[in-house]
């Protein structure tokens, strides 16, 4: 008897012209990471009628919530799909590489279906009316680039046989830690030892009385892109502007893969608070600046995201 492998386990995905409603072809074969929890769960609530003695009578099945966590690489071509999901469609400019601009502040959120194949069972997993919640990463020296999408879904079907049809496939070609660069106000910020980023969504579920127990849709919310930064406290650069209220642009880059491919995240107004400078030992001594974006009044958007690479549209 065959058993489910997380190595042979495949994800496809593509975009939904209406909510809930997976498209019959144009799934993309995209890689993930191990910490794939998308999933629909449906509990049962206990019968609290008296009457029947003492063995209690049958559950009732409640509400279904569809909702997990993908682990994905950050790379040249495949990350355009997590960047729609999150940011809407980007304008896109160039014949080859083609740069495309992703910008915050969307007022509708495109719906994904994605398909989670277990080919030794076989069970092919259809999850609906994927709208993506949050996308966060980690910037460090080394290791290896993922970013964590948390998703909201309808709902999941289920099959014996893939629903996704020929399944296109991207090259894949990855982003390294070591490619990454953080910009404060277009010049390269010292002393950083490790950061993260977070852009949510804050997705409301339209949570209306239907037969099927499934969610009418996941609207957005006051987006929100915050992160953290942790330096070496060599100067009072970031210090300064945290006491003073400054507002500053960061940007964090990658680059440097040998096909020119490049992807870069400007929070074009970032607020520091003033953090607390503790000595807990005889070594270095590190400060946290946990920052928060706010829409540029220059600009009229919190943030922009470019990825410039070989794909003619997302």
Not at 69 to 79: G, M
Not at 138 to 152: E, Y
Not at 174 to 196: E, I, Q, Y
Not at 226 to 252: C, H, K, P, Y
Request: glycine fraction near 10%; hydrophobic fraction near 45%.
């Amino acid at each position: 008897m065959a058993r489910a492998h997380g190595a042979r386990a495949q994800m496809a995905l593509a975009f939904e012209t209406t909510y809930g409603t997976p498209p019959a072809g144009g799934f993309t074969k995209v890689p993930f990471a191990p910490g794939m929890t998308l999933g629909t769960e449906q509990p049962l609530l206990e019968n609290e009628l008296l009457g029947f003695g003492r063995d209690p009578l049958a559950p009732i099945k409640d509400a279904v919530t569809s909702d997990g966590d993908v682990v994905v690489p950050i790379d040249a071509e495949n990350w355009g799909f997590w960047l729609k999901a999150a940011f809407g469609a980007p304008t896109t400019t160039g014949v080859g590489p083609y740069t495309h601009e992703f910008r915050s502040g969307a007022v509708a959120l495109p719906s994904m279906a994605i398909e989670r194949g277990l080919p030794e069972v076989p069970l092919y997993t259809m999850f609906q009316g994927c709208v993506l919640d949050r996308l966060q990463w980690d910037i460090a020296r080394s290791g290896l680039l993922t970013a964590t999408a948390s998703l909201i879904a309808q709902g999941e079907t289920s099959a014996p046989t893939s629903q996704a049809g020929t399944l296109a496939e991207n090259t894949l070609a990855r982003f390294g830690s070591f490619h990454g660069s953080v910009a404060r106000d277009g010049t390269a910020l010292g002393n950083v030892v490790s950061a993260s980023i977070s852009y949510a969504n804050n997705l409301d579920r339209v949570e209306t009385i239907r037969a099927d127990g499934l969610i009418d849709g996941a609207d957005p919310g006051i987006a929100a892109l915050t992160g953290q930064i942790v330096v070496r406290f060599a100067d009072t650069t970031l210090l300064d502007a945290a006491i003073n209220g400054t507002a500053s642009e960061i940007t964090v880059a990658y680059s440097a893969l040998a096909t020119g491919e490049t992807f870069e995240i400007v929070a074009h107004s970032v607020f520091l608070p003033r953090p607390r400078i503790s000595v807990s030992g005889p070594e270095g001594i590190q400060v946290t600046f946990d920052w928060q974006a706010a829409q540029d009044p220059v600009l009229g958007r919190m943030c922009t995201a470019t990825l410039v690479n070989d794909v003619a549209a997302y």
